[in-house]
């Protein structure tokens, strides 16, 4: 009886991770951004805790993607083709890891080669308070002066691509 109830147990626990796994994967709409501008921030580089990213980084007039992953993030791993299409067309990818440590990073980012121009760490996750995260993946495109122009929760399928580069200018 014991075994029963402990079976019962297990399905239901392993079907509502299999949904929440399913339900990230699914096209959800575009989400307006929860925010007019870029936050103040500061967070260390993954390769160079001596520096830091940080609002004033992505003030250079460039537009870039930044996209909040995680190396304990399955969905992260789906969302990494369409980093490296974007990548491919010279578009800059910043990568802010989300609670995760600088070892797990480094393997996740040297196993999952191209996807991010730069990482970034923040990993207590005081930043992403800021950006309105809510989990991960979630991305963002800036204009490179202080404006986001698309925001979307959730793993990018390669339908978001035209999406995204419609809100860099391109």
């Known amino acids: 009886m014991k075994n029963n ?6 399905v239901a626990a392993a079907g509502l991770l299999i949904g929440v796994f399913l339900y990230a994967l699914t096209d959800q709409k575009t989400q307006t951004p929860p925010l007019a501008s870029v936050p103040e921030f500061q967070i260390p580089y993954l390769n160079d805790t001596n520096t830091q990213l940080n609002r004033q980084t992505l003030l250079d007039g460039t537009p870039r993607v930044v996209n ?3 190396s ?18 010279g578009i800059p990818i910043v990568g ?17 080669d191209k996807a991010y121009s730069i990482v970034a760490i923040d990993g207590k996750g005081a930043a ?5 995260l809510l989990g991960v993946p979630e991305t ?3 204009d490179g002066n202080g404006n986001i122009t698309w925001h979307f929760r959730g793993a990018l ?13 391109r």
């Open 140 to 142: 963002f495109v800036t």
């Open 157 to 169: 399928l390669p339908e978001h691509l035209p999406e995204i580069e419609a809100a860099l200018g």
């Open 128 to 132: 992403s308070i800021g950006w309105g």
């Open 72 to 89: 304990w993030c399955a969905p992260c791993i789906v969302e990494l083709p369409q980093l490296r299409a974007l990548q491919s067309k």
């Open 5 to 10: 109830v402990l079976l019962y147990i297990l």
């Open 96 to 112: 802010i890891a989300f609670q995760d440590t600088p070892e797990n990073i480094t393997a996740f980012v040297n196993k999952h």
């Open 68 to 70: 909040f992953f995680a």
